[in-house]
């Protein structure tokens, strides 16, 4: 058998996350051969789960409630609430550009075409009526963008530390925009998939932290996966926790206490009798 996990682009936690996250599984599925499927992101992933293109996939609840909100039957099923992703708006230290307005007009790294970056960047600028140029590139790109100077930001809306900017505030000078007020806006369009919190300091050496919104992702399966081998995968995934955080910090935020809260998606009948079984 095959099972095949839709991740992410370069730069990004997804793509990191699923390797590791298939490492695990090789381990404890003898007999099934892992794929890696590399993806634009949660977008691009919830189209190959529904296809038929993926067994398994990472996407961002408002992307998932967005799908859900508007098809008849989503064909989706999840595993687990992993970590949150948080909007970050970067600029160069020596930016004259201190609020999200001032970049209207404004070439800004937004993404690759199918992330949960793009799609809450875009639902971003309608609601606040900014409108940058929007440049499409992987966290990756953008962030190299950001360096040479041919973008005026980098957005990014993932896990922390996000990989691709890790990189760049090692070697440059940084700030993140604030988005209290740009928050609050998404938050009274769209409700309870974003959340208000603040970026600590500590998430990338030399950056002060600054207020922003977050949205959960899950790791979701195609329905019809069998519920023992689905339970298995649930086991494998709280398990080997420390070992998928050992290369990629943000999935210490992964918990048993936690990670049976997936709405708007149902857990799959092989997660629910994991979560029955150790719920204490």
Do not use: C
């Amino acid at each position: 058998a095959t099972l095949r996990i839709a991740t992410g682009p370069p730069g990004g936690v997804f793509r990191g996350l699923g390797a590791a996250l298939a490492d695990v599984l090789t381990d404890r599925l003898p007999g099934t051969s892992l794929r890696l499927i590399h993806t634009d992101a949660s977008v691009d992933n919830l189209g190959l789960l529904r296809g038929g293109g993926a067994e398994l996939g990472f996407a961002a609840v408002d992307t998932i409630s967005d799908l859900v909100a508007r098809a008849d039957r989503p064909d989706l099923a999840a595993v687990a609430r992993l970590f949150d992703s948080w909007l970050q708006v970067l600029v160069l230290g020596s930016s004259p550009v201190t609020r999200f307005a001032q970049l209207d007009g404004e070439p800004v790294a937004a993404g690759a075409a199918g992330s949960g970056t793009r799609f809450g960047l875009t639902r971003l600028i309608e609601t606040v009526g900014v409108k940058p140029a929007l440049v499409t590139a992987s966290q990756d790109d953008g962030a190299a963008a950001l360096a040479a100077g041919r973008v005026a930001a980098l957005v990014t809306f993932t896990g922390v530390p996000t990989p691709a900017v890790r990189r760049l505030a090692a070697g440059r000078s940084l700030r993140l925009l604030p988005l209290a007020a740009e928050t609050y806006a998404m938050m009274n369009r769209f409700g309870s998939v974003y959340a208000a919190a603040t970026l600590p300091s500590t998430t990338y050496p030399g950056v002060a932290g600054a207020a922003t919104m977050t949205t959960p992702n899950l790791l979701l399966v195609r329905p019809d996966l069998s519920a023992p081998l689905v339970r298995e995968i649930t086991a494998a995934l709280y398990a080997h926790r420390e070992r998928l955080a050992r290369h990629h910090p943000e999935a210490e935020q992964i918990n048993i206490r936690t990670g049976s809260g997936t709405m708007p998606v149902r857990l799959h009948p092989g997660a629910r009798r994991y979560y029955r079984d150790v719920k204490p």
